[in-house]
Nanobody, 119 residues
Framework: QVQLVESGGGLVQPGGSLRLSCAAS????????MGWYRQGPGKQRELVAEITSGNTNYADSVKGRFTISRDNAKNTLYLQMSTLKPEDTAVYYC??????????????WGQGTLVTVSS
């Protein structure tokens, strides 16, 4: 099974920027989707951004501020976050959805990385 390791979270002031990384390791027969989700205090987990076959999709709340990208050579997913707001404070999770070599549909989550936006 694929494993995901996230990094890049931390404390940043409002208006600042941060880049999250998610390194994937393991065998994938067919990649469906990779994405970033977040769960703020007292909130449900929500989609932030996802990338599928080169197409991207963003939550309305982050459009124009966040950019998702993928480096296939490094098997790494990124989330560049700019103009951060206090309401962006959350644990950010990386997710991968793929088909393995037994033709099973598999969804794996990273361990999460905390982003705190505060002055």
């Amino acid at each position: 099974q694929v494993q995901l390791v996230e990094s890049g979270g931390g404390l940043v002031q409002p208006g600042g920027s941060l880049r999250l990384s998610c390194a994937a390791s393991g065998s994938i027969r067919l990649l469906y989707t990779m994405g970033w989700y977040r769960q703020g205090p007292g909130k449900q987990r929500e989609l932030v951004a996802e990338i599928t076959s080169g197409n991207t999709n963003y939550a309305d709340s982050v459009k124009g501020r966040f950019t998702i990208s993928r480096d296939n050579a490094k098997n790494t997913l990124y989330l560049q976050m700019s103009t951060l707001k206090p309401e962006d404070t959350a644990v950010y999770y990386c997710m991968i959805h793929y088909s393995d070599y037994e033709y099973r549909s598999v969804k794996v989550w990273g361990q999460g990385t905390l982003v705190t936006v505060s002055s």
